[in-house]
């Protein structure tokens, strides 16, 4: 299964919580450190799994760089919810971007949300998207070394048990 994880801090978290899941063998792993890079690969490829992170940077394509000065200066803080407006890119009204290559049986089902924010802080905009059953982890340093791959098995058990 071909799984997209999103998550600014990736590379500080990499050899802990990536490890896990190379070791295990059953999920091929891309890493995106930004909505930039996401936005590339959800362009360029079709995932099985894609685990998001709420607050990640833009990167450098200059949409994702304005869409963040502008929720900052919205929200008058220096973190913004792009992975939030990633998710609403996908799950909007108007269905995902036309040149996001999406799988076919692409619902909730699909994503996890494994953020340092409490599920509570996400409900209502989760909800606005139709997203209020998508599948949570909240990331702490006490989290164990394996639970990316744990979050990842119970997305892909989530999604087999919905088709």
């Known amino acids: 299964m071909k799984v997209l994880w999103i998550e600014d801090n990736a590379e500080n978290d990499l050899y802990e919580l990536t490890s896990p899941v190379y070791v295990d063998g059953r ?11 996401a936005y590339f690969y959800l362009n360029s490829r079709i995932y099985d799994i894609v685990i998001i992170d709420i607050r990640i940077p833009p990167g450098r394509d200059e949409v994702w760089v304005k869409l963040h000065q502008q929720l900052q200066f919205k929200n008058g803080s220096d973190s913004s919810r792009l992975g939030l407006e990633l998710l609403k890119s996908i799950f909007s009204d108007l269905g995902p971007q036309p040149n996001l290559k999406i799988h076919q049986n692409s619902g909730a089902h699909r994503y996890g949300v494994f953020t340092v924010e409490q599920r509570e802080e996400l409900e209502a905009d989760l909800a606005k998207l139709n997203l209020a059953k998508v599948k949570y982890r909240r990331k702490n340093a006490m989290m164990p070394h394996t639970a ?10 989530n999604g087999q048990s919905s088709h």
């Open 148 to 157: 990316l791959l744990d979050f990842i098995r119970e997305v892909a058990k």
């Open 27 to 37: 999920f091929k792993l891309d890493i995106a450190a930004s909505a930039s890079e």
